[in-house]
């Protein structure tokens, strides 16, 4: 079984993702924290709770609240796309659990120090909490298996010509982590924009069960739906986990534009005119579409 964190920003993705995560048997969730991204930490917090409330597993799985904001650049969040809430289209109770004490950076140190086995970071929100962890306590990067993001781009970005949410978000946080020497697997729009949910797959969940229902009402709220259907784009890094022959990756190095008009573009060295044969980054290109909705069912089906 796999031992992972997940750090965001529910976040309709995240939420979906997280669902995902907290429900899959051979997936062993051993910490969530959050981070101010898609709307302020306090929201991301709160809705992380929820979602394990909804699933009876708040006592089990310990929150642990995150950066208010990124290190240099100033916040704007992305609640046009999810809502006030992080998570429009469902009213889940407040929740009644608290997170840890421990700030995110800490509960983040502990955790991956504390543990036997290595452990894979799966940050699906802006890198703050995960920049501050490298920079404070490096020691922490020997005991991380690999990272598994949601971020990036190689072509356009959803923010900006050049740049994708969560590193536009946090630039100088996604550097300190691209550099750090640890494996990456950035799963970014290349991908996360051709695995779709379609129409289909969404009314097939609404129709499966309590949690169907709840991922339904939560998903068709998302802003950036079409009529071709949704980018769940942090449930992507969870079916990497899961299925990495059903995603193309290429290795490069990639490097965070962290000033000027492309800030928060994700720079791979294609050509390896900057660091030839050197990679820091699996990049993925390409996602059987079809198999990622076949997927997603089959997690509803068992939550
Ligand atoms: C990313 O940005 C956020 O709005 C989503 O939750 C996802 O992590 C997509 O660009
Ligand atoms: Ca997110």
């Not at 930490?41 to 990124?70: R, W």
Request: with cysteine; glycine share 8%.
């Amino acid at each position: 079984m796999e031992k992972i964190i997940i750090d965001c920003d529910p976040g309709i993705d995240d939420a979906a993702a997280l669902s995902v995560a907290i429900n899959h048997p051979e997936l062993d969730v051993q910490l969530v924290t959050t981070v101010a991204g898609n709307v302020t930490v306090d929201k991301t917090t709160q809705n992380a709770l929820k979602i394990l409330e909804f699933f009876d597993k708040a006592d089990q799985i310990p929150v642990a609240a995150g950066a208010e904001q990124p290190l240099v650049k100033p916040f704007e969040d992305a609640a046009r796309i999810h809502g006030e809430s992080g998570m429009r289209g469902y009213e889940f109770p407040q929740p009644v659990t608290k997170p840890v004490q421990q700030t995110a950076v800490e509960a983040l140190h502990t955790a991956i120090m504390q543990s036997l086995e290595p452990i894979t970071l799966v940050p699906t929100g802006s890198y703050t909490n995960i920049g501050l962890l490298l920079a404070q306590y490096p020691d922490v990067k020997a005991k991380i298996n690999r990272i598994v993001t949601m971020g990036g781009s190689l072509g356009m970005g959803n923010m900006t010509s050049a740049a994708e949410f969560n590193v536009f978000t946090d630039p100088d946080a996604a550097q300190i982590m691209y550099q750090a020497g640890i494996p990456i697997v950035m799963i970014g729009l290349d991908v996360t924009m051709k695995a779709l949910l379609t129409p289909e797959t969404l009314t097939t969940i609404a129709n499966l069960n309590r949690s169907g229902q709840m991922l339904h009402d939560i998903i068709i709220s998302d802003g950036d739906r079409n009529d071709a259907g949704v980018a769940m784009h942090d449930v992507n890094t969870i079916f990497y986990l899961r299925h990495p022959e059903a995603v193309t990756t290429t290795p490069y190095w990639v490097d965070i534009q962290t000033t000027g008009p492309a800030i928060g573009e994700t720079v791979a060295d294609i050509r390896g005119a900057y660091h030839a044969g050197q990679t820091n980054a699996l990049v993925g290109t390409d996602i059987d579409a079809a198999a990622f909705n076949r997927w997603f069912i089959a997690q509803v089906e068992r939550m």
